[in-house]
């Protein structure tokens, strides 16, 4: 048995044994060494709480972003670390001033608690946030970038967008958007929260304005582990939701502060909002660590070419049509199927021990399969004896 089999690997992750878990893609999943790592962390701070946040917090932190920045391929100074992707998105929207008559182009496909946050924020600041119609099935990559940019207009400042989107699963040409955006001169915030660890993620190459990832996702570090990364120019001005210790370098008065640890306004502002527990941070070296040693990159390879295979025999079952092609997916996948209650569908599958989740949207009802490494063709097989079962 191979060193990166899903049954070794599903004994080093800590999931129940008796759930065939296919929901990777909600809240990741973290791997024993890795969780050993985080309660490490833990007792060190706990150990020397004064000392750990006065001094060596500031050490391990600047650790983690080196490890994390080398892994996404950007300047570890440019990215501070968050809880999660809502909070990093958060940190771009209040940063940002969009005039009235002005407008954000986002698509129909962005995930609940963001499109929450513009949909306020441009009530408030009275512009319009504009929510283009994408069309499923998707044919292309230069069909979606048509469709979306046919919504855009003279008076688009920003476009935020999924690279991986949350209900279809889809990778989103996102290179060719932000060549476009840059060309048309409008500024891009990138919510790739399923992205770091799914598919390759280079930050210098792809040179958005804002880019926000998680790292609790498809990387497994422990939860409440995002980042945000922001374009050198853009980080002059922005002050962070929460003012604290680190805040106020451009004021005489508070240039004794010895929470400044960095030469880094930036990284000052964001990395001390009271007292908090970043053992969570602290573990992402070791997060990288883990997958290099288990061979990652032939692991999602084989959970690829699980997804693909998986979604022909559903379509094949169902005789439903496929929402996009194969090379709009990586580990996850949405997959309508012929119900209309997807609660009911939902809770078939649970009784059966099966997590996965289910949607009805626009229309349709579908549930998103993720494969990830601890994934077997007996946990597939299992799925789909069900779902026949359940047709
Ligand atoms: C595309 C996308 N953006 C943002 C988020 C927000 O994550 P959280 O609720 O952890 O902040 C998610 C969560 O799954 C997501 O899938």
Wanted: positive net charge; hydrophobic residues 35%; proline residues 4%.
């Amino acid at each position: 048995m191979s060193i990166n089999s899903s049954s070794n690997l599903k004994k080093i992750f800590k999931l129940d044994n008796k759930i065939t878990y296919l929901n990777h893609g909600s809240y990741g999943a973290c791997p024993k060494p890795v969780f050993d790592d985080y309660i490490k962390w833990q007792n060190a701070l706990e150990n020397q709480p004064v000392s750990f946040f006065s001094n060596d917090l500031y050490v391990y932190l600047e650790r983690s972003r080196k490890h994390l920045g080398a892994f996404v391929n950007c300047k570890s100074d440019d990215i501070i670390f968050v809880p999660n992707p809502t909070y990093g998105v958060a940190n771009v929207i209040n940063n940002i001033t969009i005039n009235s008559g002005e407008n954000v182009l986002t698509t129909n496909l962005e995930y609940g608690s963001c499109d929450r946050m513009w949909f306020y924020h441009s009530k408030k600041n009275d512009y319009k946030y504009i929510n283009s119609k994408i069309t499923l099935p998707v044919f292309d990559e230069d069909s979606f970038c048509d469709e979306f940019w046919s919504f855009a207009n003279a008076k688009t400042k920003y476009i935020f967008i999924s690279h991986i989107t949350s209900s279809t699963g889809m990778i989103l040409p996102i290179p060719k958007l932000v060549k476009e955006a840059k060309r048309r001169g409008i500024k891009t915030i990138i919510d790739g929260a399923h992205v770091p660890a799914h598919i390759e993620l280079d930050i210098k190459t792809l040179d958005p304005d804002y880019y926000i990832g998680a790292c609790h996702k498809w990387l497994c570090s422990p939860k409440g582990v995002s980042f945000l990364y922001v374009k050198k120019d853009l980080q002059k001005n922005i002050q962070p939701q929460v003012m604290s210790w680190g805040w106020g370098e451009e004021y005489d008065e508070f240039k004794s502060s010895t929470q400044h640890k960095t030469k880094s306004r930036f990284l000052n502002i964001f990395q001390w909002q009271g007292t908090r527990d970043m053992s969570a941070f602290l573990s992402v070296p070791k997060a990288i660590e883990f997958q290099k040693k288990y061979d990652w990159d032939q692991v999602r390879e084989r959970c690829k070419k699980m997804i693909v295979d998986t979604r022909n025999e559903i379509t094949l079952i169902t005789d439903l049509p496929k929402i996009c092609p194969d090379n709009f997916l990586g580990q996850m996948a949405t997959i309508l199927f012929p119900t209309k209650d997807h609660v009911k569908l939902k809770e078939s599958l649970f009784e059966k021990n099966i997590e996965i989740p289910t949607y009805h949207q626009n229309g349709y009802t579908a549930f998103r399969i993720s494969i990830q490494g601890y994934n077997s063709d007996s946990d597939i097989q299992y799925f789909l004896d069900t779902l026949k079962v359940l047709l």
